[in-house]
């Protein structure tokens, strides 16, 4: 299957501090990626979809101007968490979606813990 | 609203037992549906998915069986192993849409 990467997989930042996180989509071109929010023992949550070369759309609750997303290329989108605050403190997923076969399958990276101390 | 849920959250079997995670959901319009494998501290790993227009479709030890009559999907994990041990999520999706809405989850425990 295709592959995505997800960097970092891990960051303690302190309060008021920004984080980016990346996400690649190693083995194919994903005009369209997502970003997700998992809380412990929850569902995934989309936060956005980002979309190569255009503003990203966000969903319902989601402040924009908190969670920045850019989506620069065809293989790389970035979640830059402003400000951090301890109640970020989740586990974000991102994914890029593949067409083939009459379908579009998600492939999701690993996941970053966030920890705002 | 309707939504996609699951009837158990947490499934415990013994090693080389067959597991069978069950999936409901509400949405009349759902034409394609998904279960993904999420282990601990990882994002979900696609296992095997299934179109509307099927009601059976097999893997390697995985088969998701689909009842569009009473909105029922259901994963079937055959000898099952510890390596099985993640929790799963089905997720629906309608139309053509990338975005599909993802379940509860049920944490499936395997015995050694």
């Known amino acids: 299957g295709a592959v995505v990467s997800q960097h970092p997989s891990r960051v303690i930042c302190k309060s008021g501090t920004s984080v980016k996180i990346e996400c690649r989509s190693l083995?194919?071109?994903?005009?369209?990626m997502f970003w997700y929010r998992q809380f412990p023992k929850q569902s995934l949550m989309l936060m956005a979809t980002?979309?190569?070369?255009?503003?990203?759309?966000?969903e319902q609750g989601v402040e924009k101007d908190k969670f920045l997303i850019n989506h620069a290329s065809l293989t790389l989108s970035t979640l830059t968490v402003t400000s951090a605050h301890p109640e970020d403190s989740s586990f974000y997923i991102c994914?890029?979606?593949?067409?083939?076969?009459?379908?579009?399958?998600?492939?999701f990276g690993a996941g970053t813990r966030l920890s705002v101390l | 609203g309707e939504s996609v849920g699951l009837h158990l959250p947490t499934l415990s079997v013994q090693e080389g037992d067959n597991s069978i995670i069950n999936c409901a959901y509400s949405?009349?319009?759902?034409?394609?549906f998904i279960w993904y494998k999420q282990e601990s501290g990882k994002g979900p790993q696609f296992i095997i998915d299934i179109r509307s227009n099927m009601d059976k479709r097999q893997g390697q030890r995985v088969t998701v069986l689909l009842n569009k009559t009473v909105k029922h999907l259901s994963l079937q994990i055959a000898a099952t192993q510890p390596g099985d041990s993640a929790v799963y999520f089905c997720?629906?999706?309608?139309?053509?849409?990338?975005?599909?809405?993802f379940g509860r989850g049920t944490s499936l425990i395997v015995h050694p």
């Open positions: 083995d194919f071109q994903a005009t369209t």
């Open positions: 949405n009349s319009a759902s034409d394609y």
């Open positions: 997720a629906e999706r309608t139309g053509g849409s990338y975005i599909p809405t």
């Open positions: 980002s979309n190569e070369g255009s503003k990203a759309t966000y």
């Open positions: 994914s890029a979606g593949l067409a083939g076969g009459g379908k579009n399958i998600q492939y």
